[in-house]
């Protein structure tokens, strides 16, 4: 038994802090945490207790945790009362990151409806898709973004509650009250997250509310597993000696996405952290200035956000000594953007990680921080508590230890459903509640690695090429900022391998050194035979992911919103 095992045995075994038990959900026998949260509405009940405490802080509106506690009852109460809003309804959010976005989140949860979070980053036709796909009794949203329904002329056929204009018709019409009582279970419907749709039309995966403490949950006993192991192994780092009051999360991922909902709504309402938000498209100089004046420890860096605020002209202006993690999710990062924001982050150094997870899986199922993420750059990290996963071949053999495969999830935390599309459902949601991810990846000495999306795998000549390994690489050159791979037809291989380069500001690439710099390292049939070396930045969606169907002219590419 490894030391870790042997803590993790210790911690999570009979009469351990976070014993955990088999119990029946959903008809399958699962492992899970015996002692929980059975709602996020009872999350919110023992939130209060963190007082005067700030929760929520977006420019001047600056919400303590006992305030915010009484806004969620009177909200609830105005959605119920005003607009009919009970146990299974579905209520829309199409809004930017602010204070009312997790407000109205909890007050929806609390009675029993659905939270259906539309992708502010959507066209007209897209957020009318979304809401025809998951048929809202409400929608609330803000003003901008209603307007671009209403220029485009789409018509939505629900009630639309315009934020900007009655926001007092929610949270201010009962205050005082108590929250909802209306019986919840833990494998009711909470929230609708809306898939990348990279390929085809977005679908709506359906967390419960036990799959969204379980997050929650999930990633502390994470941690806890990683001190008692960093401190047992003589890994652990030396006392703080500025600790911070309080957990500050900068939010610059939106919150229609797991990473703004799950990792930082959720998570820092149960920590008692606050939640820092701001207006706009992403700047990386107003993430700097935010940083120092609000004492940020933790962010997560999604896609190109890391690398734009570590290169900024303004960095070494700003006092970023108060960060403590720094995350990574939606896509690997190359060892290069890691040690290039451990530069940048000092002191956040020894909190660099990475989790992997998905809208179906819900919780994080793998993850990976501190001297781990350090020697082992390109992994995402253990196996999560509570969670099974397999490798499994094309027939659907599980397969041995480092061959690679489609990598298959099992916990009580996944999906329940994709909503209103059983046979989306039962593709992905295998006999005894084994999720398809449709994720190429090994496990190997007990750490997941993740190498392609299915889709993404390029096949040329009979070899299978990953086309991360062929970013890694790129990205190590100095004057690459990022970096692409595709798949390209050829008449008689197949497929060909083309890059899409980015360089940094003010550098000159040429392609025949670039070709000679993936050679180094890689094999002749893997380096790229096609250069598509431009100014613009990569074509993301919200998770950070890059939209290759956009790089190969399958789709337009989407409005970048803030």
């Known amino acids: 038994m490894t030391l870790r095992d042997e803590i993790i ?27 929980r949260p059975r709602s996020l509405r009872e999350m919110v009940e023992t939130s209060a207790a963190h007082g005067d405490l700030e929760y929520l802080v977006h420019d001047d509106r600056r919400i303590t945790f006992a305030e915010h506690a009484d806004l969620v009852a009177s909200t609830a109460r105005a959605l119920s009362e005003r607009h009919g809003i009970g146990k299974g309804d579905v209520v829309a959010i199409l809004s930017a990151n602010s204070p009312d976005w997790p407000i109205l989140f909890w007050a929806t949860v609390s009675l029993g409806g659905v ?8 066209t007209a036709d897209e957020i009318e898709y979304g809401v025809a796909r998951s048929t809202p009794k409400l929608l609330v949203g803000d003003r901008r973004l209603l307007a671009r329904v209403r220029v485009e002329g789409a018509d939505l056929g629900v009630p639309t509650l315009e934020l900007d204009s009655r926001r007092d018709e929610l949270l201010e019409h009962a205050r005082g009250v108590a929250l909802p009582d209306v019986p919840l279970d833990e494998d009711d419907p909470a929230v609708i997250l809306f898939t990348s749709g990279t390929t085809g ?44 009051a ?40 107003e993430v700097l200035r935010l940083i120092e004046q609000e004492k940020i420890t933790m962010w997560s860096a999604l896609g190109a956000m890391g690398p734009r605020v570590a290169t900024h002209p303004d960095v070494g202006r700003y006092d970023l000594s108060s960060m403590r993690n720094v995350g990574f999710g ?16 000092p002191s956040a150094s020894t909190g660099l990680g990475i989790g992997y997870g998905s809208s179906e899986t819900v919780a994080v199922v793998a993850s990976i921080r501190g001297p781990d993420y350090t020697s082992h750059p390109e992994s995402t990290g253990y196996i999560m508590p509570c969670h099974q996963v397999e490798i499994r071949g094309p027939d659907g053999e599980v397969q041995p230890e480092g061959s690679e495969g489609e990598i298959f999830v099992r916990s009580a935390y996944v999906m329940r459903e994709y909503w209103g599309d059983p046979e989306a459902s039962r593709k992905s949601l295998r006999p005894g509640r084994w999720l398809a991810t449709g994720d190429i990846g090994h496990i190997r000495d007990g750490m997941l690695y993740i190498n392609s999306r299915a889709r993404d795998m390029i096949l040329r000549s009979a ?21 692409a791979v595709i798949g390209v037809d050829h ?6 391998v083309k890059a899409v380069v980015v360089p940094e500001p003010g550098a000159q690439l040429s392609t025949e050194k670039l070709a000679a710099w ?14 598509d070396i431009r100014e613009e930045p990569l074509p993301r969606n919200a998770s950070g992911k890059v939209l290759k169907n956009v790089l190969t002219g399958e789709v337009e590419a989407p409005p970048q919103e803030g």
């Open 518 to 531: 993936c050679a180094e390292k890689l094999a002749p049939f893997k380096v790229p035979s096609q250069w």
């Open 463 to 483: 070899e299978n090429i990953y086309p991360v390994e062929i970013e890694y690489r790129l990205e190590e050159h100095p004057n690459v900022r990022e970096a």
């Open 9 to 35: 045995e210790q911690l999570t075994g009979p009469g351990g802090p976070f014993e955990i038990v088999e119990e029946e959900v959903l008809g399958e026998r699962l492992p899970i945490l015996k002692n």
């Open 201 to 244: 039309r977005p679908k709506g995966a359906v967390s419960t509310h036990r799959g969204i403490v379980g997050f929650s949950q999930v990633n502390i006993v994470g941690g806890a597993i990683g001190a008692v192991l960093d401190a047992r192994s003589g890994n652990a780092p030396p006392p703080d000696p500025n600790p911070p």
């Open 491 to 496: 008449p008689e291989l197949g497929q060909e």
């Open 330 to 345: 939606g896509a690997p990062a190359s060892p290069a953007v890691q040690e290039l924001m451990r530069k940048t982050f």
């Open 246 to 285: 309080q957990q500050a999360a900068l939010v610059t991922s939106p919150m229609f996405h797991l990473s703004g909902l799950y990792a930082m709504v959720v998570m820092q309402l149960q920590l008692g952290g606050k939640l820092v938000t701001r207006s706009g498209r992403f700047d990386p100089g």
């Open 115 to 122: 939270v259906a979070a539309l992708n502010g980053w959507w």
